[in-house]
Structure formats: C-alpha cells, structure tokens
C-alpha cells in the first residue's frame, strides 16, 4: 500500500519525474524514507529516563511490601515455629487437626521463602536517592506526594527534595 505508515517507519512512495521534463515512466518510482533517526543523545537521556523509573519503581515496591501489616518475624523465630508445628503435627492423633498443623507448616515455610526474597531495602533506597531529585523534577512529583506514596522523609532528604508548602 502506498503511503501506509507502519511502527516508526513512514515510507512514501512518490512518482519518478526526470528533471528534464520528458515523460516520467509510470513503472518507476523511488521510495523516500521519512523516519527520523533518534541522535545518541536522545538514545542516552531515553535509557537514563528509564533506569530512574526502574529505581523508582522498584523501591516503592519495595516499600509497599515493608508495609504489610502484622509483626515482623525473623528468620530464626520462624524456623523455631516450623520445628514447633512439625513436632505437634508428628504427636497429634487426630487427623483433622493434623492437616491443620500441616497447613500451619506450609504457610510458615511460605513466609520463609518469601523472606529469603525480599529485595536489599536499604540497596534499593540508594538507589532511589540517586535518581529521586532528577525524577521528581522531570516529573513534577511534590515532596507531599513522595511522603503519601511512602517513602520516609529521611530518604527525601538525602536525595535533597526539599518540604514544600501546598497551595491554598
């Protein structure tokens, strides 16, 4: 199809004149490229755009799981439980109880799973105070969005985003 556009690339296909003014052959036509080239600083200030979002991204993420609520358990004090529950489930004669216990065990070896997934919080937060100040300036983000979004004050003031006053 002539002059379709596809993706990034817009291809536009003209009719051939010769200069000279004879008749153009009608079978002939050159096709002109039209799609701008992106320059390596554009390239550049795209990846760091995206490496800021990633940083941003991960440690809110990161934030939203510290936030769960219930009482921090160590490891330690959840491999303890598990030995507990295991010894119960080995002792208890009654089977529907059992399975209980049994599901207790699974649900705490779950959490220590997930524990042992956690991402380095504190790795994450450097991260973020790297690129903070730059993002929120790109992006137009408020201190007062950041502290409702989560994240500490602390970590706004070492990435130096300033209190702000809301307007009235």
Not at 144 to 164: D, F, N, Q, S
């Amino acid at each position: 199809m002539d002059g379709l556009l596809i993706g990034r690339h817009a291809r536009i296909v003209l009719p051939w004149v010769p200069l000279d003014g004879s008749d153009p052959d009608p079978t002939r036509s050159e096709d002109i490229d039209v799609a701008k080239k992106m320059s390596e600083d554009h390239k550049a200030a795209l990846a760091k755009g995206r490496a800021q979002g990633k940083a941003v991204r991960d440690y809110l993420a990161a934030l939203e799981q510290e936030r769960k609520p219930g009482r921090k358990l160590d490891r330690a004090t959840i491999e303890s439980r598990i030995a507990e529950v295991q010894a119960t489930v080995d002792a208890e004669p009654d089977p529907a109880k059992r399975v209980e216990l049994i599901q207790k065990r699974l649900d705490l070896e779950e959490r220590l799973v997930e524990m042992q997934e956690e991402p380095d919080l504190e790795a994450l937060e450097k991260g973020f105070i790297d690129v903070a100040a730059e993002y929120s300036e790109r992006k137009s983000i408020s201190y007062t969005a950041w502290r409702e979004a989560g994240v500490p004050a602390a970590a706004l003031k070492a990435a130096g985003i300033k209190r702000t006053r809301r307007a009235a």
